[in-house]
T-cell receptor, first 112, second 118 residues
Framework: SQKIEQNSEALNIQEGKTATLTCNYTNYSPAYLQWYRQDPGRGPVFLLLIRENEKEKRKERLKVTFDTTLKQSLFHITASQPADSATYLCARGYTGGFKTIFGAGTRLFVKA | NAGVMQNPRHLVRRRGQEARLRCSPMKGHSHVYWYRQLPEEGLKFMVYLQKENIIDESGMPKERFSAEFPKEGPSILRIQQVVRGDSAAYFC????????????????FGAGSRLTVL
């Protein structure tokens, strides 16, 4: 079956460090991957999208990579801040389609 | 410019009752999606609708659950004869009628409706 997997263990890092979250997919090749942020009690908020022919995408302190050989996307937050603490969700879609499937998410805790 | 509006935010039902969750998509959006999130779990796709049409309901339980998106008014997710296992957060998302220039579909989510079944 087609799967999208994220590390279910929480990630704890010190303020100022770079947080790196992993998203792996199996048995298919997504046309693009998306990353969303979800705070407790709230709906997810879209952050970044990267297509299969893009190696890297940046937005302020955020960076996403897409490695089709490893079947993996990495999500980086540089100079992390306590306000970055949240659950980050990876999602996949396919060109021309509307259905979006999410990974289980990884909780990030940034300590001051 | 209001975002995706969901109501009620919190709903308490006793076993066997019906739950109705409503979602008004973002202005200009014609696609609606429903997801369910159990505590400490990810978002599970339930159903995708356009106006008056169910496009994909592959994630919807076969019994007791139904969804609609009428020509006028909000989309409604209806759960009949609720059981304790239905307790969850139900999120609605919407997207514009077309895909972006990159062929991607970005979702805008509501704040969710939290259903508690006693």
């Amino acid at each position: 079956s087609q799967k999208i997997e994220q590390n279910s263990e929480a990630l704890n890092i010190q303020e100022g460090k770079t947080a790196t979250l992993t998203c792996n997919y199996t048995n298919y090749s997504p046309a693009y991957l998306q990353w969303y942020r979800q705070d407790p009690g709230r709906g997810p908020v879209f952050l970044l999208l990267i297509r299969e022919n893009e190696k890297e995408k940046r937005k302020e302190r955020l960076k996403v990579t897409f490695d089709t050989t490893l079947k993996q996307s990495l999500f980086h937050i540089t100079a992390s801040q306590p306000a970055d603490s949240a659950t980050y969700l990876c999602a996949r879609g396919y060109t021309g389609g509307f259905k979006t499937i999410f990974g289980a998410g990884t909780r990030l805790f940034v300590k001051a | 410019n209001a975002g995706v509006m969901q109501n009620p935010r919190h709903l308490v039902r006793r076993r066997g009752q019906e739950a109705r969750l409503r979602c008004s998509p973002m202005k200009g959006h014609s696609h609606v999606y429903w997801y369910r999130q159990l505590p400490e779990e990810g978002l599970k796709f339930m159903v995708y609708l356009q106006k008056e049409n169910i496009i994909d309901e592959s994630g919807m339980p076969k019994e007791r659950f139904s969804a609609e998106f009428p020509k006028e008014g909000p989309s409604i997710l209806r759960i009949q004869q609720v059981v304790r296992g239905d307790s969850a957060a139900y999120f609605c998302a919407s997207s514009p009628p077309g895909l972006s220039h990159s062929g991607a579909n970005v979702l805008t989510f509501g704040a969710g409706s939290r259903l508690t079944v006693l």
